[in-house]
């Protein structure tokens, strides 16, 4: 089904009037030429329904040859409202970009968990953590909803999300998963308690020795930690491709710019879904692997990693040397 061609027109005519003022018939030349209009009355139409919401404004001026032309220009209202469509648009595009990444980060982790002998889909009666550090809001939604609510059924799930996100999230999830524990600064969990922590998202400074400890401390003497932080194509691999680390930094620095000239109520609704400076710290900086291995490898009994896999460094280590006894 075609999307109507009055919308498309509607936002065209919006964004060629953002630019600069100009007068009707010249807006149909611009837009005839993308064949969006045919006839005149087409664009008179949709023009006058702008203006009767209140985003054209009209004002006459001298033309110095004939009758004054009116010339067309954008009001407060019809501003924000390509800013809305423009944020629309992005969320859209947005949304699909993330269901695809983690579609395939999914399927990466499984195999990884498969080469380490964890078969995903016979999890059973066991205690898993979830921590998503510094996981930006749009990926732990998606990662939640594809690999941990198929969990919740027959395993108890704890996760613990940091910041405002987390009653968002938990308030979706508990619609339709009923055996999931959110944790908050004020929770945690029993010591030994823990079949499987999995740590997602991190960046240096937050992974430190004595959060790992932490986290040894709380699992059982036979349970596992898996950590997973971007590779050396980081988060921009995944989104844009195998181009290698910096051309996709550099597309999300300019994106990350485009949006700091959105006014403030829809800038403030991707730069919060999406802290660019942790993502380029986190994924940058790859002497961050020879310090996890290092940590692991003085707490934890057996340490794994796959390096082939691509996009993500994901870490494997289980049996915790010297577990705090209750």
Known sequence: MNRPNSTLIRFEVLKILKSTP?????????????????????????LRTLKDKGLLHE????????????????TSNGLE???????ESIQILTDLMVEAVITIFRNLLTDFLKKSNIQYDRFQKSALFFDFAHFPP????????????????????????VGNYLYEISSLLNKIASNLIFL????????????YIFLVGIERGILLKERVTNYANVLKPDGGI?????????????????????????????????????????RQKFVNQWPLKEFEEGSAN??????????????????????EIPFVNIYFARNPKNPNRA
């Open 22 to 46: 100009t007068h009707g018939y010249n807006l149909f030349l611009l837009l005839s030429q993308k064949g969006l209009v045919k006839h005149p009355s087409e664009l008179y139409k949709i």
């Open 184 to 195: 908050d600064e004020n929770l945690s969990v029993k010591p030994q308690s823990m079949d």
């Open 59 to 74: 004002e006459s001026q001298d033309s110095g040859q004939g009758p004054q032309k009116k010339v067309l220009s954008l």
């Open 226 to 266: 898996i950590i997973i932080r971007p590779g050396k194509s980081g988060q921009g691999g995944l989104l844009w491709g195998k181009g290698g680390e910096q051309p996709p930094r550099i597309i999300g620095m300019i994106f990350h710019d485009f949006i700091q000239t959105f006014p403030e109520k829809f």
């Open 286 to 307: 790859n002497s961050l692997d020879s310090e996890i291995v290092k940590i692991l490898e003085e707490i934890f009994t057996l340490v794994q990693t796959h390096e």
């Open 138 to 161: 749009p990926f732990q939604k998606e990662f939640l909803l594809k690999f941990v609510v198929p969990l919740q059924e027959k395993n108890s799930i704890y996760i613990r999300i």
């Open 81 to 87: 409202e390509y800013y809305l469509q423009i944020t």
